[in-house]
Nanobody, 119 residues
């Protein structure tokens, strides 16, 4: 079965850094694009970063551009999110996403990992 397992979240001070990991299994990871989303209570999930299957193209939300970097290791079926210069407004639950089908609107999500930026 498909599994996405996030890890690496925690409490960090403003200006600090954190690296999130998402371990994927149950599908041909290397042939699909992957994304990171985040969500705070009362708001829609926000697309944070996107990476193509070979890692040749990436896209970022304006709010994180220049601070966050998405990458992947297809040999380990893992996608990463390096977060630098963290701000309190980055506080959220971060989710790994696999869009299986655009036509049928089918998404797979991990359980999420909490990131809290506070002094």
């Amino acid at each position: 079965q498909v599994q996405l397992v996030e890890s690496g979240g925690g409490l960090v001070q403003p200006g600090g850094s954190l690296r999130l990991s998402c371990a994927a299994s149950g599908f041909t990871f290397s042939t699909y694009a992957m994304s990171w989303y985040r969500q705070v209570p009362g708001k829609e999930r926000e697309l944070v970063a996107f990476i193509t299957s070979a890692g040749t193209t990436t896209n970022y939300a304006d709010s994180v551009k220049g601070r966050f970097t998405i990458s992947r290791d297809n040999g380990k079926n893992t996608v990463f999110l390096q977060m630098n210069s963290l701000k309190p407004e980055d506080t959220a639950v971060y989710y790994c996403n696999w869009r299986y089908s655009d036509y049928y609107l089918i998404d797979y999500w991990g359980q999420g990992t909490q990131v809290t930026v506070s002094s």
